[in-house]
């Protein structure tokens, strides 16, 4: 959205290099972002090499938040800044700033007082995986393989079909079908010793998420 607002200001075609420049992202970020903004309707005009324009009777209405929703919002972020890794913290970061480039100037005041924060109360337990990567693994559904320490310090390697991350103060862990078992395991992050991702992709109704959820209920 800031690239919107920054381009309705020139008067002049804009590279992605001063686009690149005034944000302090690389020209490739700029060349995704404009693409997301042109397929989603932003009437954007350019091309690489030449420069980009917007039309300047564009107008994106301000997103209608009231106080106790930018609070919450705030208090969401704050959460993954303090219990993920950076790479998602940056993420929440981002979609921050975005809500902020198009709020009314009435509210503007409110994200400088959120009042309200997530706050360790105990350290957390660090884990050596890239939790990024396991959140990507999820989102297109391919099979990984996991070397896993239990509370015995015995090792196991397990292929897993990954469903999902829970947390559960302060641990994560990753949900999943477990095919040595045959069933759902959950996985602690802390204590998987390594990643390989397969070349592979799962799709089955009784192994997905619906179903590990559907379990979790008949057994409470």
Same mark, same amino acid.
């Given at each position: /959205?800031?690239?919107?607002?920054? !381009?309705?200001?020139?008067?002049?075609?804009?590279?992605?290099?001063?686009?690149?420049?005034?944000?302090?992202?690389?020209?490739? &970020?700029?060349?995704? @972002?404009?693409?997301?903004? /042109?397929?989603?309707?932003?009437?954007?005009?350019?091309?690489?090499?030449?420069?980009?324009?917007?039309? %300047?009777?564009?107008?994106?209405?301000?997103?209608?938040?009231?106080?106790?929703?930018?609070?919450?919002?705030?208090?969401?972020?704050? /959460?993954?800044?303090?219990?993920?890794?950076?790479?998602?913290? @940056?993420?929440? @970061?981002?979609?921050?700033?975005?809500?902020?480039?198009? !709020?009314? &100037?009435?509210?503007?005041?409110?994200?400088?007082?959120?009042?309200?924060?997530?706050?360790?109360?105990?350290? %957390?337990?660090?884990?050596?995986?890239?939790?990024? @990567?396991?959140?990507?693994?999820?989102?297109?559904?391919?099979?990984?393989?996991?070397?896993?320490?239990?509370?015995?310090?015995?090792?196991?390697?397990?292929?897993?079909?990954?469903?999902?991350?829970?947390?559960?103060?302060?641990?994560?862990?990753?949900?999943?079908?477990?095919?040595?078992?045959?069933?759902?395991?959950?996985?602690?992050?802390?204590?998987?010793?390594?990643?390989?991702?397969?070349?592979?992709?799962?799709?089955?109704?009784?192994?997905?998420?619906?179903?590990? /959820?559907?379990?979790?209920?008949?057994?409470?």
């Amino acid at each position: /959205m800031k690239i919107t607002h920054f !381009l309705r200001k020139r008067r002049q075609a804009v590279t992605a290099q001063q686009i690149a420049d005034a944000f302090g992202i690389c020209k490739r &970020t700029v060349y995704r @972002d404009l693409q997301c903004l /042109m397929d989603s309707g932003v009437p954007i005009r350019g091309e690489a090499g030449i420069g980009y324009t917007i039309n %300047k009777q564009f107008y994106l209405p301000p997103i209608a938040f009231d106080a106790d929703e930018l609070e919450a919002i705030g208090l969401g972020i704050s /959460m993954v800044r303090q219990w993920t890794d950076q790479r998602f913290a @940056d993420k929440a @970061d981002s979609a921050f700033e975005k809500i902020e480039a198009v !709020l009314p &100037t009435s509210l503007q005041g409110e994200l400088k007082q959120i009042t309200t924060y997530a706050v360790p109360t105990r350290p %957390k337990v660090p884990w050596t995986v890239n939790f990024s @990567d396991l959140r990507d693994y999820i989102r297109t559904r391919r099979k990984i393989h996991i070397v896993y320490r239990d509370q015995d310090e015995q090792e196991t390697i397990r292929t897993l079909r990954p469903l999902a991350l829970f947390f559960f103060n302060p641990v994560w862990l990753l949900a999943s079908w477990c095919e040595l078992r045959q069933d759902f395991r959950n996985f602690r992050l802390d204590r998987i010793q390594n990643v390989i991702v397969v070349d592979e992709k799962f799709d089955d109704e009784n192994k997905n998420l619906t179903a590990y /959820m559907s379990k979790i209920d008949s057994c409470s």
